[in-house]
């Protein structure tokens, strides 16, 4: 989790350091954590409730987490206003739902398909799922902004657009998943995920 809590601090800096305004900033630091598992997404939450209450670093995200499984959101907060004050302007929000109120969403792969999350603009996957479509699909959502790189659990990062399968091991199970990904994404579209 050291690794996590590492990946959000960068890209809260790198939001502050690219943003043009405090809109911009914010539509900069929003991420999307999937997990396959609910009960993973429910501990991610807990744990991330934690350390933005605790680390100074991170109180930018103090009060902006939601959580979404299956059809379900958390915390009194459906899966659809959880989807409206995430992304409002993508999501196509309906007047009087269009505040922004959270930054991160930890969420299975229900939002992996058919919801449009555009004005997110990072992707972590806690874990990588047996089929690469899977992967194509969560980092599909985004589309329009550049995915640059995977960030798996244990902290190794996969530059995407290039050799995908460089920062996994020869032995690894999970190269040859990946190394599957490449082909998945569409043509003329190598480098964004």
Same mark, same amino acid.
């Given at each position: ?67 979404? &499984?299956?059809?379900? !959101?958390?915390?009194?907060? @459906?899966?659809?206003? $959880?989807?409206?004050? +995430?992304?409002? =302007? %993508? ?59 995977? &960030?798996?659990?244990? !902290?190794?990062?996969?530059? @995407?657009?290039?050799? $995908?399968?460089?920062? +996994?091991?020869? =032995? %690894? ?21």
């Amino acid at each position: 989790m050291a690794a996590l809590v590492e990946q959000l601090t960068e890209i809260l800096k790198n939001a502050d350091a690219d943003g043009l305004d405090d809109k911009d900033k914010r539509n900069k630091r929003k991420i999307i954590i999937f997990s396959f598992f609910a009960d993973t997404v429910d501990w991610i939450r807990e744990y991330l409730e934690g350390v933005f209450a605790s680390d100074l670093k991170l109180a930018a995200y103090r009060g902006r987490l939601a959580c979404v &499984i299956g059809d379900e !959101g958390h915390g009194g907060v @459906s899966r659809e206003a $959880a989807i409206f004050s +995430f992304v409002p =302007e %993508s999501s196509e929000a309906p007047a009087g739902r269009q505040d922004d109120l959270y930054d991160v969403l930890v969420t299975t792969d229900v939002l992996s398909e058919g919801m449009n999350l555009q004005q997110c603009r990072n992707i972590i996957n806690y874990d990588l799922p047996w089929n690469p479509m899977r992967l194509v699909q969560r980092h599909c959502r985004p589309w329009p902004q550049e995915i640059q790189e995977l &960030i798996l659990r244990d !902290g190794t990062r996969v530059k @995407s657009g290039g050799p $995908a399968v460089e920062g +996994f091991p020869v =032995e %690894s199970p999970d190269r040859a998943r990946v190394a599957g990904l490449v082909s998945a994404v569409p043509k003329g579209h190598e480098g964004k995920s």
